[in-house]
């Protein structure tokens, strides 16, 4: 079993990675996205995206951390992921996933399921430039509209070399909303050989094991459900519910809000922190509360006071 937490770009940046993964549990995490165009980025993107490359490429707690870049032009592409993994990241993530208009305006992410040959062309790049013990893995969804090409999609990136393939089980059609199609991955599963690590609405130990039945493989990548319980690896590799896990919640938050403090403005501060109550509160009536009390709440000393 191997247990991932989920690129989020603007929710699960370096403050919350080294929160959530600091519970125990996750084997890796992924990055927020690095947008590839047409050319090598100076060092600085890459650190400003992923900070703990300049703490050995792992989370405080040592949870190892690989970058994920975006985009369609294979040279830069591998050009970018040489120099990712110079500057310490394990191993490199391709994103054919995203589902956002501008990105896929421009030829990367979710739009380039329509086209399998696209995703070999930028794999087969990346797996080329990177020593052969480099992971290169690739995260993808069901398909664009729909499913049609789902197995040729993962076919193609597994015969550019990919390691790995993680699939959020919705097309880009069906965005976030739920369900997640885990039966879907299963007919993946029997086509490639690689690891395939499923990801989309686990939520819960429960929801885990109904993924593992309906998907056939143990491999998992947990996005929002490590949000709204940031526990919820630990509890799976322990296969037990934590009772009330708001206890172990409430000092994270504290701790989030005095991180934040040293790195960004009173405002994008306050905007952060309710961002992480607003998933909280989908499980935790304790959450619920203390929205009531934040969510128009600006007065600094009174937000201090909460924290
Ligand atoms: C706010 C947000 C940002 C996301 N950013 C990324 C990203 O940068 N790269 C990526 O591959 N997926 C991204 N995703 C998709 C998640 O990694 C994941 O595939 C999706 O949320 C489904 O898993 P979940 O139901 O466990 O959250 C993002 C999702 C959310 C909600």
Redesign the pocket.
Known sequence: MRIIL??????ADVHLRRLITAQGGFDWTVS??VRVVDRLYPDRVFYGMCPELKNGGRTDSGTPVRV?LLGSDADAMAANAVRTVELGSHGVDI?F??PSKTVNRRNGGAIMLQEPESLYRVVSAVRAALPANVVVSA?MRLGFDDTSLMLENAAAIEAAGATELTV?ARTRRQG?APP?HWHELARIRQHIHIPLIA????CSVEDYHRCVAAAGTVDVM????AVRVPSLARQIRNNCQEESPWASIEPLLGDFWRQLSAVMSTRDRIGRIRQWVNYLRQRHPEAEVLWQVIRQEVDLQRLNALF
């Open positions: 989920a690129p989020m770009e603007g929710l927020e996205f994920q994103n996933g995203c995260k959020h976030y997640a990801n989309g609405d686990i947990l996005g929002r459900g």
